[in-house]
């Protein structure tokens, strides 16, 4: 009776190992990937934002607005929301066939643009903000009227462009499984090119 | 102190294409030799690659800023609308080359053939995905 109530108590203790164990596997994304995917993003986002802004015409007036050295700190802030938010989404699986359903990592893909695009239009109103209302404390009502907008805006922008960008990432996974397939072993090399 | 700011700016702008390009051409020449693994020469290229590339957007909008954007029916404008096209299609491109590196750490021993293979076109291809936009960038600066 008390060998088998030993053993169960083990067997349970094994389990419950195991368990943890593809948890812990689950939750860490794979460096290189969240590596890849955010630099990936950011530069897809960044064209995108660039090519409609010449376009449009109205990059010109814009770059002029802002000086060199808080645009390179902006773009470098940016880049580590969306590694942040790409470790997030990807914590939950990779983006590799099969890994999980296309489904969840628009969703996640989602909820991290928001964060992103809070974490991004946020701050910068806060500090924004924080100046103006040191400079004028009686702009404090207009200033928190703006950070509560600009942030919303910002959630909303950010989770579109977080799910077009999940797309674009599913797409691109997939035409890179086709193109580099996974074939039967091979140990043979071919010849140069 | 500004002059001196985008001279630096470009400096690193023109560092970070040299790492992508001699990198690219590095990894090409790599997967055509056929006597060692060549994936840990690709995963440190792609590390690079992506930083790099992060660094060149960056700059590359300094300079875009130092020079002053012209307007989208210019001449120059459309060059830039080529160049800026020509970027992003290279993105892609190189998602898919860097996503396809990621997978071959699942396989076990040698690299396989087809992937070789397929690894090998894609890296030409960067090279001179590359090479195009360093002369849509030269025409821009100099044209």
Not at chain 1, 35 to 52: E, M
């Amino acid at each position: 009776m008390g060998d088998r109530a030993s053993r169960d108590e083990t067997e349970s203790a094994d389990r419950a190992e195991v368990e943890s164990a593809d948890r812990a596997e689950v939750e860490s994304a794979d460096p290189f990937e969240v590596w890849t995917v955010a630099t990936f993003d950011l530069a897809a986002f960044s064209l995108v934002v660039l090519l409609s802004g010449h376009l449009s015409g109205a990059l010109a007036g814009t770059l002029t607005g802002l000086g060199t050295v808080p645009g390179l700190a902006a773009f470098g802030y940016l880049w580590v929301l969306v590694l942040v938010a790409v470790r997030w989404v990807l914590s939950d699986g990779g983006i590799a066939e099969g890994n999980r359903s296309v489904g969840s990592l628009l969703i996640r893909g989602s909820v991290g643009g928001g964060g992103v695009g809070v974490g991004l239009v946020g701050s910068g109103v806060l500090v924004g903000g924080a100046v103006a209302v040191v400079r004028a404390p009686g702009l404090l009502a207009t200033v928190a009227f703006v950070a509560l907008v600009g942030t919303v805006v910002g959630a909303v922008v950010g989770a579109v462009a977080g799910a077009a960008l999940a797309v674009c990432n599913v797409a691109v996974a997939r035409v890179s499984e086709r193109v580099v397939p996974k074939t039967e072993p091979d140990y043979s090399s071919s010849s140069s090119s | 102190m500004a002059s001196a700011l985008h001279l630096l700016v470009r400096l690193v702008h023109v560092l970070g294409m040299a790492v992508l390009l001699g990198g690219s051409v590095l990894t090409w020449q790599t997967l055509r030799a056929d006597d060692r693994d060549p994936r840990p020469v690709l995963r440190r290229y792609e590390w690079l690659f992506w930083g790099a590339l992060g660094v060149l957007i960056a700059t590359g909008v300094g300079n875009l800023g130092a020079l002053g954007p012209p307007g989208p029916t210019t001449r120059w404008g459309s060059v830039l609308t080529v160049k800026l096209l020509v970027v992003t299609g290279f993105v892609v491109l190189s998602g898919v080359r860097s996503l396809a590196v990621g997978r071959l750490d699942d396989d076990s021993g040698a690299i396989r053939a087809i992937a070789r293979d397929r690894l090998r076109i894609l890296y030409a291809a960067t090279g001179w995905a590359l090479g195009a936009i360093v002369a849509l960038a030269e025409v821009l600066a100099h044209g």
